[in-house]
């Protein structure tokens, strides 16, 4: 009888400590059920932000989540919205700080987009940073989600438009 109780004491407090540390990192999705498209909504965030077809994502309990694709796609908004396959940031209510993964054309230059934001809902604007310029649409575009058309060849080439990572300006001045 000694032994039975040596025995099932730590392995009760395995199964505990396995479990919990199992749900500490279960996905809201999991836990919820929710798609990433309702996790937005609840965010105050457009379903639209992301195209059709998201099945596999994953949210931890500080806001960061990845999302996967099948594969890298472009859906046309107001411009152009490149998604890679693999989709990240951190997410809070109304933003989505340290994104990766989505890049916007503008004049035929692609940007990548690290900052999405709604200040004011009611305002009906949402803004897309990139880096030093925000742009500014209509909150109405992002309501649903796109169809994304695959994009084929290497992600950075996007149909041979240019890709920008950085956009530096230089001063000079004559004397």
């Known amino acids: 009888m000694q032994s039975w109780r040596q025995f099932m004491i730590p392995l009760l407090f395995i199964v505990f400590v396995n479990s919990w540390l199992v749900l500490a990192g279960t996905a809201i ?4 059920g929710s798609s990433i498209y309702e996790v937005l909504k609840l965010y105050g965030l457009p379903a639209g932000l992301l195209p059709k077809g998201v099945k596999n994502y ?5 806001g960061r989540f990845a999302v996967h694709l099948d594969r890298a796609c ?8 490149h998604y890679d396959a693999d989709v990240s940031g951190n997410i809070s209510y109304g933003q989505i700080d340290g994104l990766s993964g989505i890049k916007a054309q503008d004049l035929f ?3 990548p987009v690290i900052q999405i934001r709604v200040d004011v809902p009611s305002s009906g604007l949402i803004y897309f940073n990139v880096s030093v310029v925000s742009k500014q649409f209509s909150l109405s575009l992002f309501e649903t989600p796109r169809d994304c058309l695959a994009v084929t060849g290497p992600d950075l080439l996007l149909d041979g438009a240019p890709f920008v990572s950085k956009v530096n300006y230089t001063l000079r001045l004559q004397t």
């Open 58 to 62: 994953s949210l931890d309990n500080s």
């Open 109 to 111: 230059l692609w940007f």
């Open 29 to 32: 999705e999991e836990e919820s």
């Open 74 to 81: 472009n859906a046309k908004f107001e411009d152009e919205i």
